[in-house]
């Protein structure tokens, strides 16, 4: 995937700073990346970047605009086209990681034809995926699982990747959604994938390696979420993790964009587990990864402090203290050759 | 859906009779709709209708020409390529339950336009589809679950569909794979929808209804199949089934395409009810249905007797002896008001 750097990224009008994960991935992971943010009136996300208009972007490099925001669906609201248009003919290349294909809005089709911009589907792979086979590979993976969506899977993962790196360990992250395939210009959304295939995508993603080779995939949902569960175990199964790691937001009360209340961390490390056997029966949790931006370094530290001794396993919060603790555990259990 | 009947069923080289399930599905339930079947040279398959050419198939009133063979991916061969193109020449429509839509192959998108043919891509559904919600639904739901692929859950439910309005219920049967979407003409091939709108799928398939209505709803894949898995997920998170009945072939030894064992009934009825309680805490297993096609009459009534002494549970072959006594476990459960 070839998108020219840097970018100009366009939140929209998000509801909320978690519809804007995309955008703030892409800042907190490729700062360098990243000249500036386009926002609509009510947007209620702020990455802390620079406001800028296209033409701004524009002087300042930018050569794509990434739509950073994402909403249940996967659906680009008719208002934000008349930006997408104006970013093209300005001369801005246009990236997204929705469901819908950019080139399938007539309007945004016929900008790119006629300024010769190129549009970019993040979350839509052309690659041709077999179905899994469930046939255990060379290698170690770990899988990063949730008690929800959205609640710290993928930054404790490329977090992960940068901790077993500094060990001195091979190590690669994966991602499995449109933010870490943008990020790390490689991997496929695995939620948009065709049914039959989550597994077969994820077996795809992470193939046989050399035998001290980690692989950290980055999760998607919950297996508890009732929209998106079977993105969660299909993963799960063709991931075939060795370890994984239980990420949760602890002041969260219902899952995100439904009325469910969250499971326990106990219940997802058992059902991980019990699903995960399947493929891999030596499956183990290493730890547990807070998202405890909502606290202050006092609550975080007591609720770090108290999950880790509830469940007997080292937890951190991979952006607030680092996944030492995560990185040690696993060179424990899994010593080197 | 629109496509014009009867039907010549073509087979391909199925490499074995299961491959061509779909065209044993429509003759089975729809033997008045079928005229005949083609098979290439090295066809494993025979659906014991009369073997015709295209021109002896359209001599006895063929409109439509139905690739009734399937295979993991869902793909078509580049070999079947020229019999479609030669069906659509010589005055046939053509439909397949392939993942590939036909429009897609160049050949076959020609030869349709040059002779005025249409194309029926039944997998594949032009429904927008939201995700699930996990809200309860009014209605009753049963859901047939299986302990592999390709054991019986449809022929299950279409019996049931049959069994409930023979007792006087309100019943609709509804498919969720190519073969159940021919079968009754409507429904969503799950396995084909974009994998985060599985569960969406679901709830679509089956919308709120009338108090004592059942929807019983074809199940898809097993919870322990390492390629499916998802699929079944999603599908039993979005069904909500208030019951379940678990399909099985007592003479299989491994799951259909992969090297794994099959999973026990008890461990499907187990794993389907903490799975399924996510969406409906009531959840309850009413009883199992085995394909005895394998078997014969004695074997059979010996092995459904003691299944069913072991579970507790009424015991059938939905087509060798019939649903009555799961009709009768569902009423008895699910009174009449």
Known sequence: MQIHKPYLLFLGDARDPLAAKTAQG?????????VGQLRLPGCNADCRIPDLTIEAAIARGARTMVVGVANAGGVLPGHWVATIVAAL?????????????LGSIPAIAEAAARHGRQLHDVRISDVVLPTGKGTKRAGLRLLTVGTDCSCGKKYAALALERGLRAAGLQADFRATGQTGVLI???GIAVDAVVADFIAGAAEWLSPANAPDHWDVIEGQGSLFHPSFAGVSLGLLHGSQPDAFVVCH???RTTMRGVQFPLPTIQQVIDRTIADGALTNPAIQCIGIALNTEALDDAAA???LERTGRQHGLPCVDPIRIGVGPLVDELLRRFPRR
């Open 89 to 101: 003919a300005a001369g801005l290349d246009v990236a997204t990681g929705l469901h819908v294909r």
């Open 249 to 251: 937001e602890p002041t």
């Open 184 to 186: 790390s210009e490689r």
């Open 301 to 303: 530290r007591e609720v």
């Open 26 to 34: 892409v800042v907190d992971w490729r700062a360098e990346w990243c």
